[in-house]
């Protein structure tokens, strides 16, 4: 199993290694200069077009349920545990780079919203599948259909394997472990190990559940996570800001940490060119994965937005990678620093939701127990939506690789619900890695589709924007 791990160890620091994360970057860099910075200059308008539908539009789905299931997936773990294991290994400087590979990540999901919708394909009875594989094969040609395949089942699998289902389930059965039974007092034994009571129910629970909601399909996907994503990045929001607020003396000298350590000032000389890349490798990969732009999963869920224009349905799907990591990221990141959970975290060599954990129940001191309980029930819901959202992605990935195949989707759907069930009965680090390699290997077909249809892009954002401001497209 050692030898396994270590394996799969390689493959993933080889897969997210510097060439990727400059593929990303400099993709998100090479759209927006060609974009005019465009996700900056059309944010107020993107919000606004985010909680207005658009009138005699064709789709499954309003803009904001499709953005809520984008962001179902993408508000998760990463904003509670990745936040805090970029930090730990990376240092402080870590967040500063997470927020600059967000700002230029908003242009790479604008630029995915808006091919998922133009490419998208109508499979009848109001049904429309799109995203990567719909964009390869038809924006750069049937002959590339095989990177389209490659694509989807990459998507597949992370979702089956990895992160759509074992690392999001254990996460809640942690976090549930962690809260009502800490000491491992009440055990029963499974497949020969030894798991606590807690942990048992967990996993019925969540399986429960998200078999009542996937069996639905889209519309109760989209549905469920209209009301929990909204609800709950707000209620997690305020609590970091109520947190921030009691440490606000801490604040100038944090905001000084995170510069100093985003560029490696405060390492020794010969150290600072390494400390400041590992802060900028650690913001970057760990931003990626909580928003996931350059990845390829949210115009899955784009393609289904009740819109006639790419355009506005682009501007809409940015306003994800604002939210989940500009915000969101940002009130987790600044939160674990406020409070001294950083330094905690470096002495006792805390991990993951350890850090944040220590981060809110040092932050709340007022209110005893209220801390760990809101982050608990913070990550669970949070957990909970991402492994509908990535139950979404993959069975459209897979309706895709099957050409509509719909039998295929129910068995599937068994098997998502399946491996939910046995998530926390299993040995979770490894499937954290395989699920990051998949997610890095479903961002290169992607990435070089976004590269090769930059023009398409350029063209139809101008086209949209001359429209607009000649009265051709009735904005409300």
Not at 372 to 398: H, K, N, Q
Request: glycine share 12%; proline share 3%; with cysteine.
């Amino acid at each position: 199993m050692g030898s396994i791990t270590a394996i799969l160890k390689t493959v993933d620091d080889f897969v997210w290694g510097v060439p990727l994360i400059v593929l990303i970057m400099g993709t998100g860099i090479y759209l927006t200069v060609r974009l005019g910075i465009l996700q900056f200059r059309k944010l107020g308008k993107a919000f606004k077009y985010m909680v207005k539908n658009e009138e005699g539009a064709e789709g499954e789905v309003s803009s904001f349920g499709a953005l809520c299931t984008a962001m179902a997936a993408t508000i998760g773990t990463g904003n509670i545990v990745g936040v805090a294991t970029a930090i730990v290994t990376g240092g402080p400087g870590a967040l500063f780079w997470m927020v600059i590979a967000a700002c230029f990540g908003m242009a790479t999901k604008y630029s995915e919203g808006l091919l998922a919708v133009k490419f998208r394909g109508d499979r009848g009875n109001g049904r429309f599948l799109g995203g990567p594989f719909y964009y390869i094969e038809k924006g750069m040609g049937k002959n590339w259909r095989w990177l389209g395949k490659l694509f989807a089942v990459f998507a597949v699998c992370a979702g089956l394997m990895g992160i759509g289902t074992i690392t999001q389930v254990n996460g809640i059965a942690s976090a549930t472990e962690g809260f009502f039974d800490p000491g491992r007092e009440n055990t029963v034994t499974v497949f020969g190990m030894e798991y606590t009571v807690t942990t048992v129910v967990t996993a019925f629970v969540v399986a429960f559940f998200t078999a009542l909601v996937v069996i639905g399909g889209l519309k109760r996907i989209a549905s469920v996570s209209s009301i929990i994503v909204p609800f709950m990045a707000i209620a997690y929001v305020a609590v970091c800001i109520s947190i921030i607020i009691y440490h606000i003396d801490a604040i100038p000298g944090v905001i000084a940490e995170v510069v100093q350590g985003a560029f490696g000032l405060r390492a020794a000389a010969g150290g600072a060119l390494g400390s400041m890349m590992m802060a900028m490798q650690m913001g970057v990969a760990r931003g990626i994965f909580s928003n996931e732009a350059g990845l390829g999963s949210a115009p899955i869920a784009a393609a289904a937005a009740r819109t006639n224009e790419p355009v506005r349905q682009g501007l809409v799907s940015m306003t994800g990678t604002f939210v989940d990591t500009i915000v969101v990221c940002t009130m987790t990141g600044l939160t674990i620093l406020v409070t001294g959970a950083y330094d905690v975290a470096v002495e006792k060599n805390l991990e993951g939701v350890e850090v944040t954990s220590q981060a809110f129940t040092a932050g709340l001191p007022w209110a005893d127990g209220v801390g760990p309980a809101v982050l608990m029930t913070a990550l669970a819901f949070f957990a909970f939506t991402t492994i509908l959202g990535w139950d979404y992605y993959s069975e459209r990935c897979l309706e895709y690789l099957s050409g509509g195949n719909m039998t295929a989707v129910k068995v599937f759907r068994w098997l998502y619900i399946l491996a939910v069930l046995i998530g926390p009965f299993m040995t979770v680090s490894a499937v954290w890695t395989i699920a990051d390699i998949f997610n890095g290997l479903m961002a290169i077909p992607n990435l070089i589709a976004l590269l090769t249809l930059s023009g398409i892009i350029a063209y139809e954002t101008k086209s949209y924007f001359r429209r607009l401001d000649s009265g051709k497209i009735k904005e409300w």
